[in-house]
DNA sequence: TATTGTTATACTCTATAACTATA
DNA sequence: TATAGTTATAGAGTATAACAATA
């Protein structure tokens, strides 16, 4: 997928001088056309072992501790039956474990591998690299602008 | 400056106190994790009448004029009969229209509709709206910084 | 022959509905 | 009855392979 032409058209082309007093882009604008080129970059171009939805699971089960399915299929934001598909094949992929829960016997503990550990680690390893070729470009001054803004922009998508 | 610092699961958490002089995750891990969740939410929650997919190539058409569907699969990365397919589902809700090319009998071109023209505009309005929902809970100088870091991170990622 | 586009078919991820087991 | 999870089935979006039309 390619999010290449997501702006306003005013905001698009150098444009015919308005009445206002912006010359850049807005705000909105430039960055909602920057993340979401970013993000799409990083997903294709990081490629891995699993999918983006397998990933997503497998890491907030490396990061929270064992989860039930009901617990990920909240987070995620998906149904009960595709998180039963998503856990089924990280578990055939040997990434997470499936356990019966100790007190209560409708529910199934999800818990990570070794395995799944290392991919995690290495999925965002691979990541980063790949955005530290674009960072390399910016200039020292250029990379603090985007080092602070980084940091207010995770926090203002704290869930 | 934080930007060569390899990422690691502790930097992710408020982490164990490590040996280490930096306290702030690095700069690829912080910018990674605020793109992939801030997409995400962009995308789920400024939902559409058309999917993601075919969003992206209506917004090509619309941006860069008529194009064929072979310039919009090679655009977009997919193969020739997904797109094949996504324009049909385009052409059938009326955003694009298919007539034959005037001198290659062979193709095709994808024309945007006015309806979808105004569906781009009115997509682009409501992702900004979001958007601009978060921004409005920083600072002025925090928008400042991220609205400088747009523009960098803009051109960083651009084609 | 090479290129553009389509059709046929299959796989993945998502969903809803219906079912089982347990609380 | 209510909750957790699964199975059955279907829709969207992707792919490869094979085909038709045109250059």
Known sequence: MSYANEMTIAAESPAPAQ??????PD????LRI???RLSRRLRNESSSEVSEAQYSVLAAVVHNGPLTPKQLADRERVQPPSMTRTVAALEDAGYVARTPHPE???QVVVTATDAGRDLV???KRRRNAWLNKGLAR???????VVAEAAVILRRMVEE
């Open 19 to 24: 009445h206002r007093p912006e010359r850049r």
């Open 27 to 30: 705000l909105a604008t430039n």
């Open 34 to 36: 920057a993340t979401l």
């Open 104 to 106: 209560d016997g409708r």
């Open 121 to 123: 680690k290495e999925i």
């Open 138 to 144: 910016l200039t020292p001054a250029e990379r603090e």
